[in-house]
């Protein structure tokens, strides 16, 4: 009778021990598959569209061949696990908050910061699709310097809070010129001048790509939306580049918050949205004319 009783338990006992393993085993199989899942990044594409996965239960907005959304989506990456350089040619500090690098060349004079990047890739766009009346900007101070004007040789005389333009040079519309006026445009713009000139988004609901989540001020910061996914209920997700202080490569960013759709961000207007090494505290938007 004991020795039944005995064989009863050790019998049970071993019963349970191996639904617990093959059940942990299971678990185990779901949360790597699971895990797989989430990892939304192809690391041997080259395009920012291609370099990121859509999340399950979403799907790409489609725009056009020559809008600035499209022109910014498959905005060219250099090989995954490239750095962040510093003007310098030094290695930016930290290496851990980026999934890309875009395409573009970071001047040696210290300027291209955080808005001047932005602001070299919107009027570059407009630039490479025949639209060059339309890039013009305006200094922290409020006067609006165009490309147009400088390539016929004007230039700003500033003095305090005064700017005034004379024909001081002779006309060019090269493209080596129009770096120069980028390079002026950087050393009297910047996220201030941005916030205050730019149309406000003032509903999370009307952002898209091209538009930029800013924070106006000396120091400030500003990021660009470059990619965007949404879903049968209409909820959206983004992802952002950004340049930096000091000048650096232009990077994609990772989404250090939220690593279950990271690096896609969910976006609302007014709210706390940390960004790499940033956070914004009360976030707006701002869009290009």
Known sequence: MKKTIVLTIFTTVVAVLFFQ???SHKNLKNSVRATDKVNLIDKDSFTIVSRVNVPDGYKRLNYSERTFQ???RNYKLKAFGSKIINYDNSEYFWQGGHIGILEIPVPKNGLQQCADALIRIRSEYLWETGRKSEIGFNFTSGHYCSWLKYAEGYRP???GNKVSFYK???????????YKYLNLIYMYSGTLSLYNELPKITSSKDLKIGDMLIRGGSPGHIVM???EVINENGEKLFLLFQGNTP??????????ENSVISPWYKLEQDVVIPVSNYTFNNSKFVRFK
């Open 247 to 256: 000048a650096q490569s232009v990077h994609l960013v990772k989404n250090l």
């Open 225 to 227: 939306l470059c990619d």
């Open 21 to 23: 393993i093959t059940s």
């Open 168 to 178: 001081t040079a002779g006309k060019n519309y090269s493209k080596e010129n129009f």
């Open 70 to 72: 499209n022109y910014l």
């Open 157 to 159: 005389k500033i003095k």
